[in-house]
Every structure is written in structure tokens, then in C-alpha cells.
């Protein structure tokens, strides 16, 4: 298993191998932030998380761009999820509001 150990600038000693579904659940997080940043998996990655859908399904990140992206690219279901809200949904929020007609939407 080949990781992209820059996604742990976190720890002194990056994972060599991750046995775990969590491992691997941190793992997709910490390449999924780094994508929403604007930093491409490599292709090695693509392939390797075309296996895990285990972990996609069971660890969903809703408000990711890249999460879904990786479910897209692999042609696995959608998970529902609000990736983007405009100025008046977080003002709404912010307010208590919520707009009535956003189940037209």
C-alpha cells in the first residue's frame, strides 16, 4: 500500500500500512481536505481508495468536494449531502430562519 505520508504533517512517523476501517477513514479525510484545498491526490491514491468503498459508505464526509468526487469517479451512489450555501442560507442560519421554499430548490 503506498500512501501519500505529506498528509500527515501531523505526526513524526507516518503510517506505513493501515489495518483498520478508522485508519483508513483518517487517511480519506486527510487526502479529501487537502484536495478541497486544491492539492490532487495522486494517481496511485485514486486507485488505491477505489477499493474502499467500505470506508466511503461508512464514514461519510457530507461537505466534502472531493469526497464526492471520489464517489462520482467511481460511479458509487450519492450520499446527500449541502457541499455549498449561499449568503442568505447562512445569514438564515445565522438568524434562525430557514427559507420555506428551499424544498423547492
Known sequence: MKLDHSVYPDLDEPPSDLQTSADKADYVHRVCGQWDYGIVPEPETFGLFAG????????????????????????????????LRANYEIYDLQEGRTDPCMDWI
Open 52 to 83: 474502499w468503498r467500505e470506508v466511503f459508505d461508512a464514514f461519510p464526509m457530507d461537505h466534502s468536494a472531493a469526497y464526492h468526487t471520489f464517489r462520482t469517479r467511481f460511479g458509487w451512489p450519492r450520499v446527500p449531502g449541502r457541499l
